[in-house]
T-cell receptor, first 115, second 112 residues
Framework: AQKVTQAQTEISVVEKEDVTLDCVYETRDTTYYLFWYKQPPSGELVFLIRRNSFDEQNEISGRYSWNFQKSTSSFNFTITASQVVDSAVYFCALSERGGSEKLVFGKGTKLTVNP | DAEITQSPRHKITETGRQVTLACHQTWNHNNMFWYRQDLGHGLRLIHYSYGVQDTNKGEVSDGYSVSRSNTEDLPLTLESAASSQTSVYFC???????????FGPGTRLLVL
């Protein structure tokens, strides 16, 4: 069965610090997708990134970067030079192919960036 | 711009009442989903649909139902609201080409 674990429940950093949010997943499928979503205090869920299981290239988008390692079943998210606006709950999620395409979410990591 | 909307955004109801939460998307996506978000549980799948007249149960479907009569809408009905159904409900639709679900703004439901 699919499972996503975000072991860090809450993280607090000071502005400009780098922070890494961990995500470990379990799946029996060889084809799957991994996602990160951001939920700011306003409550909406904002899509950040999707990664398919065949693409282990790391990705960078501005201050955000993602490290996908199939060998450790991890898809970690790093924010460089964090800002107060990065304060949010971040969810890692997994969907399997094979007809389901449902998302299984981790329980989220609440990031607080203090000025 | 195409979008996904939910209504109402906030709802207070009483135990035992029937409640329907609306979800409407204008992307013409075939796949639609309902999740609930609770502290300590993250988001959990309630029901989903792959197209008109298709509905499927998710992880926490007891006490909920959906119907899909057109592509744009997937209303979620709580047959007899219970206090355990107090939650934030999110609707999502899936862009098949991008393999990505996009979420509505959420409905905050309080069952007294």
């Amino acid at each position: 069965a699919q499972k996503v674990t975000q072991a860090q429940t809450e993280i607090s950093v000071v502005e400009k610090e780098d922070v890494t949010l961990d995500c470990v997943y379990e799946t029996r499928d060889t084809t799957y997708y991994l996602f990160w979503y951001k939920q700011p205090p306003s409550g909406e869920l904002v899509f950040l990134i999707r990664r398919n299981s065949f693409d282990e290239q790391n990705e960078i988008s501005g201050r955000y970067s993602w490290n996908f390692q199939k060998s450790t079943s991890s898809f970690n998210f790093t924010i460089t030079a964090s800002q107060v606006v990065d304060s949010a709950v971040y969810f890692c999620a997994l969907s399997e192919r094979g007809g389901s395409e449902k998302l299984v979410f981790g329980k989220g990591t609440k990031l607080t960036v203090n000025p | 711009d195409a979008e996904i909307t939910q209504s109402p955004r906030h709802k207070i109801t009483e135990t035992g009442r029937q409640v329907t939460l609306a979800c409407h998307q204008t992307w013409n996506h075939n796949n639609m989903f309902w999740y609930r978000q609770d502290l300590g549980h993250g988001l959990r799948l309630i029901h989903y649909s792959y197209g008109v007249q298709d509905t499927n149960k998710g992880e926490v479907s007891d006490g909920y139902s959906v119907s899909r009569s057109n592509t744009e809408d997937l209303p979620l009905t709580l047959e007899s609201a219970a206090s355990s159904q107090t939650s934030v409900y999110f609707c999502a639709s899936r862009d098949r080409d991008q393999e990505t679900q996009y979420f509505g703004p959420g409905t905050r439901l309080l069952v007294l």
